[in-house]
Structures are given as structure tokens and as C-alpha cells.
């Protein structure tokens, strides 16, 4: 079950070309929440918007298609999404939230949805979950010393960042590519990242990323009955090109191989706090 | 011959107190002291040093029903303190957030109160947890008016209960034009059964009132004309609001406010003589039992023009409204009277809030140490908070909570009563004694004394 629960997986992208050309991969997560705000699915949705800095997110709830345009593209450092769910039912006024994130992210909304500790009003107002595939995150710090260091590239030009076939990848503005083996990177790693059991956004109601499809395609899990109800309406109403996932390179095979990795990795990273110190251990949070 | 019987603990209203009645022979009460045994928290105590953000934070943990009445007040004693205006939009917000709390603590008092009422023209008594009609619909439009409340109040607020909005120098936040569309939803949807609930309890209580009669355990105990009858006075600072230090022209006035310790007004050491195992429910304290409320009582006495007064909603209709009923059920009435205010207070406010106005000041002073005061109009009256802040930080803090006000005027009202009401007409005032608990006292010279218990 490293792939966790789906009803359905097909490769896909969007239809929408304004919605592509700054997507990462497909614009699944642009075109989905797009859809959904205007059919009233959610009334507004927490994604990673652009902040003060380069390549740094801000969570920003977005209640139009132009912010979620400008929320396209992966940046590899932490936004904080969580932060905003409970002040999207105060100050916001929202009935009906729609959520991106990652693994992690995901499973903070579904604890905040069975356990609300400090949570009023949150369970009942989670309308859709988008969850993205994730192998680890970086500190800003860290994504800046990838960037400007090993890349040797300014942040301020970076027009795109992919991590894909074992190298970290910088695309600048002009036209320059820059690219780091991952093995470079690890030391930059967000630590928490280390204990992580989820690779492909398992407990989100859609998750989405970029391994098993082709370039410019996303893998497109649909996992709940929300989820599927979301999806194939969006696909009714034409917002999306699929492909059985049977039929692209390199297909589900990959995906689940990486999870496989991620898990196991993980879970040794896990184990080995139990006996960290010496007759004492770390905490397990899973236990 | 005089008679003691006690009632511990009362119940339906918040936190812990009881009654200690003097009787006679009829069982009419001579002497009524009604007192707090809410362990004292010390608020004021442990606010000294503290930061002046974090105080009113912490004052807010008093009370779960009024948490609005204390965070507002205790923000706004601390911006009066250092002299910070707020911007008018984050006065909007806390207005409509005032109104939404008044809304849904009205509504839950409802629950508290109908039990010893009757249904109108009937001798039945109203169960508000029944499955029948006409008293379900009644519990469902009370739930309704309670929800809308709150939600309104988590939308601006940022939370029903300990408010998280609301800071020195004005709001964290201002609300969005959808959220401000809903509230204005919500207020129009609880627009028409606040009037109908209104109307209903009115006729509830003038229904009580106006029985010979009523029954409490079993016994048939008479309704006198001047059923909870007082004749200390009244005080309010606004309809809705409030008043501050910082206002041109405050409506309260802080050299009028003396404090005096529950020693020297309440009764000494007592015998419990009178007991009535049928009261419900479980009886009431065992005759040969000791009471001593002079010691026991966990609260001060504030006196205004050396006199306990009352606050609460009919003191703001009184003094606002020429509202002229007397008694328990004249209190209780007035109350009901507060629910359209509520619901137009926040279509008004709401209304006038510019969604993308500033809602936090450019400068928020320190403080030298200036005393500065907020009243808050609390839903049980007026929630007057004293504070001097120096250099960001609290140096003295002091809380006149409305049931604290009302403690010694309630206990003159029980006097004329059947003992076996006085439940009724402690309830009338909506006592809040979570509240109503608070440390310091002030002599008549103003100087902080010591209670004679910790002496």
C-alpha cells in the first residue's frame, strides 16, 4: 500500500493553456481549484502564493483564478499552508475550503478534521483536498545555497526549479540550465523530512505530481468519494486531457518504486531513534 | 422567630455560590446574603509584571460566556492606559462582535431561566430539554439565535470563546467582503426569530408574574406583587458599548466607585435551623451546619456612591430607555428586550465597515503608568477594568465585573421573598460567578487593603 487508497489513476493535464504555461507539470492543482471555485465546489482555496522573496512561498487563500496563477509552480522550501486553515473560516468568511499541500500537509488537515484540538469549525468546512507528491523539502536557506551556490545562479532569475532524473534543475529566465546531482543536495534536507512515511499525498481527496508521466503530464491519483466528485466533473466539463496510466512512460511502476524507496528509507531513519542514545531513544511520533 | 436554611450550591447559572437565607415563620426571607464560593483565580494578581498584550488574553480566561466583555475591556483599559486610539474600522469589528456575544449569552440564558416558568395560561412547567412542542421549537430557536451568535463573533473575533482578533492598538485582522456578506446573512436569518423568541419570553415571564402561585418541590409557594423589588440604583455606561477614560465625555466615573470586603457586609458566623430535604433537587444544607459568609464569600464588595448598585440590562434600559419595570421578572424582561439591539448593532456596524479600511494604529504608546479604565457593557452589565501600564507592561490591575456589582444589590432583592424563590430571582440577574471572583480591594481612602481572610 505505498501508493495508499485510489479509486482511479490516470496521467493528465490541463486544458487550459494560460493555466499550463507556468505550470510545474500538468496545472492539475491550478485547474482543479480553479474549476471548483467557479462551480462553487469550495469558495476559496489555501495555496503557496508568491511572497516578498524569491522562490519563497506565502500561504495565501485565493478566491480568484488570477491568484491561483500566480501560486503555479513548484518552489522546493516550506510554506506553511496549515497556518491559514482555521483563519479561512474567520476573517475570510469561507463555508467550503480548498487545500494544497503536501504529504504532511495533508495529514495535519485530516487530524485537525478527527482531532480539532484549538480547531472550532474546521472539520466541517474542508471541501477539497489537493495533495501533491513530495520527497523531501528544503529550508529556504538551504534551497538559496542550492540555487546560488551549487547552481551558481541568481534566485532572482530562476524562471523554473524541477527536481527529476536524479538532478536538482535550475531554468533561468534567459535561457540558461543549471543542474546539481541530488546527492548535493542532501545535506540541505529539512530534517522532519527524514521520518516521513507518505510519498504520494495518501490521505489527500486528489494528489498529483510529476513521477510516472511524461513532461508536461501529472499523475493524478483520485482516492475519495470527494475527490472523484470534484474530478470527474471537471473532466464533464472538459478541464483536463487524460491518458490511461498504463499507457505513458514510465508509468506507475516508477512511482511506486520511489515510494517503495522513500518508505523504507524512512522507516529505518525511524527505527534507529528508538536506540539513538545510549540505553534511551527519540521520540516516535507514529507510535 | 427568625430561621436559617441554606441553599449550596444554587445552580443554573454560571460558577458556584449559595444562599444563606434568614426566614420567618412564613418562610419569607428577612435577610438574604447571596454569596461567591468560586475559588479565587487572582487575575488581577498574577497580571502584575506581565505584558499589556498578554493581560487582556488572560483576563478573557475568566469567563467562557463573556470572554468578549473581558478581552474588549481589558484591550481597551490598556490602550486608555498608554493612550492609543484605535482606528474606527477595528471599533466596527469589536462592535459587532459585542453584539454577537450579548446575542448568544441572552439566548443560553434563556435555557437557565425557563425551568421555573410556566408555559403561559398552563401549570406546566417548561422542560427546555423536551421532545414536545411548542417548548422544542423553542429550544431549536434558541440553539439558532445562539449559532448565529457565535459564528459572527468567530468571524470577527477570530474565535466564539477567547476571542483571538482583538489587540492593543485595535484588530489583528479586518474581515473580508464575503465574510462581512455573511454576517449580514446571518443577522437577517436571525432578524425574525429573535423578535418571535422575544415576544415569547416576555409573555413567559409576565405570565409568571402575574400567578398567585407557583410550584417549587412539591409546595405551593406564593408570588409576591414585589417579587425581587430593590431600591438601590442603577448604573450603565452605554446601551451597547461601552465607555473609556480616553472618550471626551465618559459615563463612568471611577471617584464614585468605593470597595468595601465581604466582612463588613455580610452576616457573621450562623446556625443553620431550617431544612427542606424537598427542595429540589437533593434538599437543601442539613440543619446543625455552620455558615459564614462573611468568611466564606470569595469576592469584594464594590459600592457606587456608597451604595451596591445594579447593572445588567434593565440598568442600561433604565438609564437609557426610561425603562420602568421593577422586580425579578422586570429584570428578566428587559434582558429580552436586548435581542433586536443585538441583531441591528451588527447589520449597522456591519454596514458602515469599510472591509478594506486599517484596523490597527501607527503608533501604540508604551504607557508611563497613567490609570487608565474601560468599561465593557457585558451582557450581565457593566465590566469596568482599571489598569496602569508602564514601559508595555501591567503595574496594577483591577476588575469590576458586573455579577460582582450585583452580588450585594441581588442579595437586598431577595428580602420579601418565599425562600424557596430566591433561586428565581438570583437567576434574573444572570449571575456570571466565574466573573464575579476577582482579589483586590480597595478601602474607602481608595487604598488597596488586604481581605480580612488573608490577613
Redesign the interface.
Given at each position: 500500500m505505498v501508493l495508499g487508497n485510489y479509486k482511479s489513476v490516470v496521467a493528465a493535464r490541463s486544458t487550459d493553456n494560460e493555466i499550463l504555461k507556468g505550470a510545474q507539470d500538468g496545472g492539475i492543482v491550478t485547474q482543479l481549484f480553479a474549476y471548483a471555485l467557479e462551480e462553487g465546489i469550495i469558495?476559496?482555496a489555501i495555496v503557496a502564493g508568491p511572497s516578498d522573496e524569491p522562490w519563497k512561498p506565502e500561504p495565501v487563500i485565493a478566491?480568484s483564478k488570477a491568484e491561483l496563477l500566480a501560486a503555479r509552480g513548484t518552489r522546493y522550501t516550506l510554506s506553511p499552508n496549515i497556518s491559514l486553515l482555521k483563519?479561512a473560516?474567520?476573517?475570510?468568511?469561507?463555508?467550503r475550503i480548498g487545500i494544497v499541500g503536501t504529504p504532511c500537509q495533508m495529514q495535519a488537515v485530516r487530524k485537525a478534521q478527527l482531532y480539532p484540538i484549538g480547531m472550532?469549525?474546521v472539520p466541517d468546512k474542508i471541501a477539497l483536498a489537493v495533495g501533491i507528491f513530495c520527497m523531501e523539502n528544503f529550508p529556504y536557506q538551504g534551497l538559496e545555497a542550492m540555487v546560488e551556490d551549487h547552481c551558481n545562479v541568481k534566485l532572482e532569475s530562476v524562471k523554473k526549479l524541477d527536481i527529476g532524473k536524479g538532478k536538482f534543475w535550475a531554468y533561468t529566465e534567459r535561457g540558461a540550465v543549471a543542474q546539481i546531482p541530488l546527492k548535493v543536495t542532501h545535506k540541505y534536507e529539512q530534517p522532519g523530512c527524514h521520518v516521513c512515511l507518505d510519498y504520494v499525498s495518501n490521505l489527500a481527496d486528489v494528489s498529483t505530481g510529476s513521477v510516472g508521466a511524461p513532461d508536461g503530464w501529472s499523475t493524478v491519483f483520485v482516492r475519495t468519494k470527494n475527490g472523484e466528485n470534484a474530478w470527474s466533473k471537471a473532466i464533464g466539463a472538459g478541464c483536463f486531457e487524460t491518458k490511461p496510466i498504463e499507457e505513458v512512460k514510465p508509468g506507475l511502476d516508477l512511482v511506486k518504486k520511489l515510494a517503495t524507496d522513500k518508505i523504507t528509507k524512512n522507516q529505518k531513519t525511524l527505527d534507529e531513534r528508538a536506540t539513538f542514545g545510549v540505553g534511551k531513544g527519540l521520540r516516535n511520533p507514529y507510535l | 422567630m427568625s430561621k436559617v436554611v441554606e441553599i449550596s450550591p444554587t445552580t443554573r447559572h454560571e460558577g458556584h455560590t449559595k444562599l444563606v437565607l434568614k426566614i420567618n415563620d412564613e418562610g419569607i426571607v428577612e435577610r438574604g446574603d447571596w454569596l461567591s464560593l468560586t475559588p479565587v483565580r487572582g487575575i488581577e494578581k498574577l497580571a502584575v509584571g506581565k505584558s499589556m498584550h498578554q493581560v487582556p488574553k488572560i483576563a478573557s480566561r475568566v469567563c467562557g460566556i463573556c470572554p468578549i466583555a473581558h478581552t474588549l475591556a481589558a484591550t481597551e483599559a490598556m490602550e486608555a492606559s498608554v493612550g492609543c486610539y484605535v482606528p474606527e474600522d477595528a471599533m466596527l469589528l469589536r462592535y459587532i462582535l459585542q453584539c454577537a456575544n450579548r446575542l448568544h449569552s441572552h439566548a443560553l440564558h434563556n435555557i437557565l431561566s425557563l425551568p421555573d416558568m410556566y408555559l403561559p395560561g398552563t401549570d406546566t412547567k417548561i422542560n427546555p430539554f423536551t421532545p414536545e412542542e411548542p417548548v422544542r421549537s423553542v429550544a431549536l430557536r434558541i440553539q439558532k439565535l445562539r449559532e448565529v451568535g457565535q459564528t459572527v463573533g468567530e468571524i470577527v473575533g477570530g474565535e466564539a470563546i477567547h476571542p483571538s482578533n482583538p489587540r492593543v492598538g485595535g484588530m489583528y485582522k479586518n474581515i473580508t467582503p464575503r465574510a462581512r456578506e455573511k454576517i449580514y446573512d446571518l443577522a437577517k436569518e436571525a432578524l425574525p426569530l429573535a423578535r418571535d423568541h422575544m415576544e415569547f419570553m416576555i409573555s413567559v415571564f409576565k405570565n409568571f408574574q402575574n400567578r398567585d402561585t407557583v410550584e417549587v418541590g412539591g409546595m405551593e409557594v406564593p408570588v409576591p406583587d414585589t417579587f425581587g423589588f430593590h431600591n438601590q440604583g442603577y448604573m450603565a455606561t452605554a446601551p451597547v458599548y461601552g465607555s473609556s477614560s480616553l472618550d471626551d465625555d465618559p459615563t463612568w466615573f471611577p471617584e464614585r466607585w468605593t470597595e468595601v470586603r465581604p466582612w463588613d457586609w455580610y452576616m457573621g458566623e450562623t446556625e443553620i435551623d431550617y431544612d427542606e430535604p424537598n427542595y429540589p433537587i437533593g434538599g437543601t444544607t442539613p440543619a446543625g451546619n455552620k455558615a459564614w459568609p462573611q468568611m466564606e464569600a470569595c469576592m469584594g464588595v464594590p459600592l457606587y456612591d456608597g451604595q451596591p448598585v445594579e447593572v445588567g440590562p434593565r440598568a442600561r434600559m433604565v438609564q437609557y430607555r426610561n425603562f420602568d419595570l421593577k422586580g425579578a421578572m422586570g429584570l428578566q424582561i428587559a434582558r429580552q428586550m436586548e435581542y433586536m439591539d443585538c441583531i441591528y448593532g451588527m447589520m449597522e456596524a456591519a454596514d458602515a465597515l469599510n472591509t478594506s479600511g486599517k484596523v490597527l494604529a501607527d503608533e501604540i504608546p508604551q504607557g508611563d503608568g497613567t490609570l487608565g479604565w474601560a468599561a465593557n457593557e457585558a451582557p450581565r452589565g457593566s465590566d469596568v477594568h482599571l489598569v496602569k501600564v508602564k514601559d508595555g507592561r501591567v503595574r496594577w490591575y483591577s476588575l469590576l465585573v458586573p455579577t460582582t456589582w450585583n452580588f450585594p444589590t441581588c442579595s437586598r432583592a431577595l428580602e420579601g421573598a418565599p425562600w424557596q424563590l430566591a433561586e428565581v430571582i438570583v437567576r434574573a440577574y444572570d449571575p456570571c460567578v466565574s466573573c464575579a471572583t476577582h482579589m483586590l480591594v480597595v478601602n474607602e481612602d481608595k487604598r488597596i487593603v488586604a481581605q480580612k481572610l488573608i490577613e
Amino acid at each position: 500500500m505505498v501508493l495508499g487508497n485510489y479509486k482511479s489513476v490516470v496521467a493528465a493535464r490541463s486544458t487550459d493553456n494560460e493555466i499550463l504555461k507556468g505550470a510545474q507539470d500538468g496545472g492539475i492543482v491550478t485547474q482543479l481549484f480553479a474549476y471548483a471555485l467557479e462551480e462553487g465546489i469550495i469558495d476559496g482555496a489555501i495555496v503557496a502564493g508568491p511572497s516578498d522573496e524569491p522562490w519563497k512561498p506565502e500561504p495565501v487563500i485565493a478566491t480568484s483564478k488570477a491568484e491561483l496563477l500566480a501560486a503555479r509552480g513548484t518552489r522546493y522550501t516550506l510554506s506553511p499552508n496549515i497556518s491559514l486553515l482555521k483563519e479561512a473560516t474567520r476573517s475570510y468568511g469561507l463555508d467550503r475550503i480548498g487545500i494544497v499541500g503536501t504529504p504532511c500537509q495533508m495529514q495535519a488537515v485530516r487530524k485537525a478534521q478527527l482531532y480539532p484540538i484549538g480547531m472550532r469549525d474546521v472539520p466541517d468546512k474542508i471541501a477539497l483536498a489537493v495533495g501533491i507528491f513530495c520527497m523531501e523539502n528544503f529550508p529556504y536557506q538551504g534551497l538559496e545555497a542550492m540555487v546560488e551556490d551549487h547552481c551558481n545562479v541568481k534566485l532572482e532569475s530562476v524562471k523554473k526549479l524541477d527536481i527529476g532524473k536524479g538532478k536538482f534543475w535550475a531554468y533561468t529566465e534567459r535561457g540558461a540550465v543549471a543542474q546539481i546531482p541530488l546527492k548535493v543536495t542532501h545535506k540541505y534536507e529539512q530534517p522532519g523530512c527524514h521520518v516521513c512515511l507518505d510519498y504520494v499525498s495518501n490521505l489527500a481527496d486528489v494528489s498529483t505530481g510529476s513521477v510516472g508521466a511524461p513532461d508536461g503530464w501529472s499523475t493524478v491519483f483520485v482516492r475519495t468519494k470527494n475527490g472523484e466528485n470534484a474530478w470527474s466533473k471537471a473532466i464533464g466539463a472538459g478541464c483536463f486531457e487524460t491518458k490511461p496510466i498504463e499507457e505513458v512512460k514510465p508509468g506507475l511502476d516508477l512511482v511506486k518504486k520511489l515510494a517503495t524507496d522513500k518508505i523504507t528509507k524512512n522507516q529505518k531513519t525511524l527505527d534507529e531513534r528508538a536506540t539513538f542514545g545510549v540505553g534511551k531513544g527519540l521520540r516516535n511520533p507514529y507510535l | 422567630m427568625s430561621k436559617v436554611v441554606e441553599i449550596s450550591p444554587t445552580t443554573r447559572h454560571e460558577g458556584h455560590t449559595k444562599l444563606v437565607l434568614k426566614i420567618n415563620d412564613e418562610g419569607i426571607v428577612e435577610r438574604g446574603d447571596w454569596l461567591s464560593l468560586t475559588p479565587v483565580r487572582g487575575i488581577e494578581k498574577l497580571a502584575v509584571g506581565k505584558s499589556m498584550h498578554q493581560v487582556p488574553k488572560i483576563a478573557s480566561r475568566v469567563c467562557g460566556i463573556c470572554p468578549i466583555a473581558h478581552t474588549l475591556a481589558a484591550t481597551e483599559a490598556m490602550e486608555a492606559s498608554v493612550g492609543c486610539y484605535v482606528p474606527e474600522d477595528a471599533m466596527l469589528l469589536r462592535y459587532i462582535l459585542q453584539c454577537a456575544n450579548r446575542l448568544h449569552s441572552h439566548a443560553l440564558h434563556n435555557i437557565l431561566s425557563l425551568p421555573d416558568m410556566y408555559l403561559p395560561g398552563t401549570d406546566t412547567k417548561i422542560n427546555p430539554f423536551t421532545p414536545e412542542e411548542p417548548v422544542r421549537s423553542v429550544a431549536l430557536r434558541i440553539q439558532k439565535l445562539r449559532e448565529v451568535g457565535q459564528t459572527v463573533g468567530e468571524i470577527v473575533g477570530g474565535e466564539a470563546i477567547h476571542p483571538s482578533n482583538p489587540r492593543v492598538g485595535g484588530m489583528y485582522k479586518n474581515i473580508t467582503p464575503r465574510a462581512r456578506e455573511k454576517i449580514y446573512d446571518l443577522a437577517k436569518e436571525a432578524l425574525p426569530l429573535a423578535r418571535d423568541h422575544m415576544e415569547f419570553m416576555i409573555s413567559v415571564f409576565k405570565n409568571f408574574q402575574n400567578r398567585d402561585t407557583v410550584e417549587v418541590g412539591g409546595m405551593e409557594v406564593p408570588v409576591p406583587d414585589t417579587f425581587g423589588f430593590h431600591n438601590q440604583g442603577y448604573m450603565a455606561t452605554a446601551p451597547v458599548y461601552g465607555s473609556s477614560s480616553l472618550d471626551d465625555d465618559p459615563t463612568w466615573f471611577p471617584e464614585r466607585w468605593t470597595e468595601v470586603r465581604p466582612w463588613d457586609w455580610y452576616m457573621g458566623e450562623t446556625e443553620i435551623d431550617y431544612d427542606e430535604p424537598n427542595y429540589p433537587i437533593g434538599g437543601t444544607t442539613p440543619a446543625g451546619n455552620k455558615a459564614w459568609p462573611q468568611m466564606e464569600a470569595c469576592m469584594g464588595v464594590p459600592l457606587y456612591d456608597g451604595q451596591p448598585v445594579e447593572v445588567g440590562p434593565r440598568a442600561r434600559m433604565v438609564q437609557y430607555r426610561n425603562f420602568d419595570l421593577k422586580g425579578a421578572m422586570g429584570l428578566q424582561i428587559a434582558r429580552q428586550m436586548e435581542y433586536m439591539d443585538c441583531i441591528y448593532g451588527m447589520m449597522e456596524a456591519a454596514d458602515a465597515l469599510n472591509t478594506s479600511g486599517k484596523v490597527l494604529a501607527d503608533e501604540i504608546p508604551q504607557g508611563d503608568g497613567t490609570l487608565g479604565w474601560a468599561a465593557n457593557e457585558a451582557p450581565r452589565g457593566s465590566d469596568v477594568h482599571l489598569v496602569k501600564v508602564k514601559d508595555g507592561r501591567v503595574r496594577w490591575y483591577s476588575l469590576l465585573v458586573p455579577t460582582t456589582w450585583n452580588f450585594p444589590t441581588c442579595s437586598r432583592a431577595l428580602e420579601g421573598a418565599p425562600w424557596q424563590l430566591a433561586e428565581v430571582i438570583v437567576r434574573a440577574y444572570d449571575p456570571c460567578v466565574s466573573c464575579a471572583t476577582h482579589m483586590l480591594v480597595v478601602n474607602e481612602d481608595k487604598r488597596i487593603v488586604a481581605q480580612k481572610l488573608i490577613e
